[in-house]
């Protein structure tokens, strides 16, 4: 595996967790993820770690979708955001995309995650070398 990922997993279930890890090692990234499931471990990785993608379950009980991606934000750092849930009601959907999520993945189309992670990893990369552009002119 020559593609390392550092993936912040916010989820209740370590099996939810593993197979996330598990899909994107199959589709040759080389995950090394965390698994967290409250606010106070979101802002403690986020001070202590550097993560390339965070998938988040939309409907986490400890600590909500909306919750999460708000307190990602707050750190103000450009960290490719996918939500992931059973089902959604399509205002939900539409405020998640609003409030800033990247992308959102139903369990029923979960082989999309390598896919739609490789997409935001690379965005996110662009947005950096076009911040980095902005700054030196």
């Keep these: 595996m020559d593609n390392p990922l550092n993936i912040l ?3 209740e279930s370590d099996d939810q967790a593993c197979h996330i890890a598990d899909m994107l090692k199959n589709g040759g ?11 106070a471990d979101t802002v403690s990785c986020l001070e202590k770690e550097r ?3 965070i998938i988040a379950d939309y409907r986490n009980s400890e600590l909500g979708g909306m919750e999460a991606l708000k307190i990602v934000q707050e ?5 490719p955001f996918i939500f992931f849930a059973d089902q ?3 205002e939900s ?6 409030a800033g999520a990247h992308d959102f993945i139903l369990q029923e189309g979960m082989d999309r995650l390598v ?7 690379i965005e996110s990369e662009f947005r950096k070398q076009h ?6 002119l």
């Design 75 to 79: 750190f103000g750092e450009d960290i």
């Design 51 to 53: 993560w390339d993608v």
């Design 29 to 39: 990234y080389d995950p090394q993820w965390k698994r967290i499931k409250t606010a």
């Design 131 to 136: 911040r980095i552009a902005e700054q030196t």
């Design 9 to 11: 997993i916010i989820s």
């Design 93 to 98: 959907l539409i405020q998640a995309f609003k």
């Design 115 to 121: 896919q739609a992670v490789e997409k935001e990893v």
């Design 88 to 90: 959604i009601e399509g």
